[in-house]
T-cell receptor
Framework: GENVEQHPSTLSVQEGDSAVIKCTYS??????FPWYKQELGKGPQLIID?????GEKKDQRIAVTLNKTAKHFSLHITETQPEDSAVYFC????????????FGSGTQLTVLP | ETGVTQSPTHLIKTRGQQVTLRCSSQ?????VSWYQQALGQGPQFIFQ???????GRGNFPPRFSGLQFPNYSSELNVNALELDDSALYLC?????????????FGSGTRLTVV
């Protein structure tokens, strides 16, 4: 089955700096890669996603890149703000009858004011 | 538009007992998936329900079972609770079972087994 590894497990940045979180996946058939933000006491919230026919996607301060050959994808957050502090999860899945998301182990992002 | 609601928010059970967790899907969503999130880990897929039938299952034993009702709400049942079942249980709904539909997660039920 699919295996997703995520790095780093913790990341501290100064407000206004950029943050990068990286994930690798094992199943070359995976074709959908969402990123979730989870705040304390809440469920994961989808912040951006990318499909395998696209190499990069951007939404305001957030961008995701995908390298299918190397089987890795990354989340980039620019101009970080204290409210960006949360746990971020990457995930991967393949088309099929059930969209079983395989999640990474998470990155605790802390934005220091 | 209401989101995904789960009940209860917290629950304490004794080893060997049975538990039922409930989930109301977001309006317009007909598919419900359940995930288990242990402390400090990413969520793990338990199973998905679509059209009131199980539509895919992760690596969880049969004592984890579920139901989906005609209004698309769902239940997760766990029998013979073990200490390792202590976790946050997340319900996610979507407009369909395939990857082109986005998931909306609820805030979860925190289950503690003592």
């Amino acid at each position: 089955g699919e295996n997703v590894e995520q790095h780093p497990s913790t990341l501290s940045v100064q407000e206004g700096d950029s943050a990068v979180i990286k994930c690798t996946y094992s199943d070359s058939a995976s074709n959908y890669f969402p990123w979730y933000k989870q705040e304390l006491g809440k469920g994961p919230q989808l912040i951006i996603d990318i499909r395998s026919n696209v190499g990069e996607k951007k939404d305001q301060r957030i961008a995701v890149t995908l390298n299918k050959t190397a089987k890795h994808f990354s989340l980039h957050i620019t101009e970080t703000q204290p409210e960006d502090s949360a746990v971020y999860f990457c995930a991967a899945t393949r088309s099929g009858s059930a969209r079983q998301l395989t999640f990474g182990s998470g990155t605790q992002l802390t934005v220091l004011p | 538009e209401t989101g995904v609601t789960q009940s209860p928010t917290h629950l304490i059970k004794t080893r060997g007992q049975q538990v039922t967790l409930r989930c109301s899907s977001q309006s317009g969503h007909n598919t419900v998936s359940w995930y288990q999130q242990a402390l400090g880990q990413g969520p793990q897929f338990i199973f998905q329900y679509y059209r009131e039938e199980e539509n895919g299952r992760g690596n969880f034993p049969p004592r984890f079972s579920g139901l989906q009702f005609p209004n698309y709400s769902s239940e997760l049942n766990v029998n013979a609770l073990e200490l390792d079942d202590s976790a946050l249980y997340l319900c996610a709904s979507s407009m369909g079972p395939r990857s082109r539909y986005g998931y909306t997660f609820g805030s979860g039920t925190r289950l503690t087994v003592v």
